[in-house]
């Protein structure tokens, strides 16, 4: 499988200190930062820092320490905001966009978590 990564996309930038970020949480692998245009009150973007272009291709390449500090990365950030149900918070939205049918921006494998309000349903319609 060959995934054609761009390492001039806006969040390899981001992770080599090009542009600035307003980060929520970083570990080894991974970095967590507010969207720049939220959808939603809590609107985070979590990447991982190695050059992964979708989920598909993170799940194929990525050692079991990135996939298991990226999996954990994302629930760090859902602790932190104190948004999971489990734990007697509001809940949250974690969607992950991939490729021309996903309507993915930015080609570098992102988790939004939204939260902060009733999201309405998954998909309009
Ligand atoms: P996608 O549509 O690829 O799933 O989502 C890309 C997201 O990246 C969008 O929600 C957009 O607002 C966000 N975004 C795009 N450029 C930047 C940026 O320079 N900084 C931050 N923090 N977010 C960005």
Redesign the pocket.
Known sequence: MAYDYDTQN?FAK?LRGE?P??TVLETEHSLA?????P?APVHV?VIPKGAYLTWDHFAAEASDAELADYSRAIQAVIDKLAIAPGAGGEGYRL?V?GGKAG????PHL?T?ILSGKVLGRMLPG
């Open positions: 806006i981001i542009i970020n307003d930062f507010n969207d720049i245009q959808q973007l969607i966009n309507i993915q921006e930015v992102h939004h």
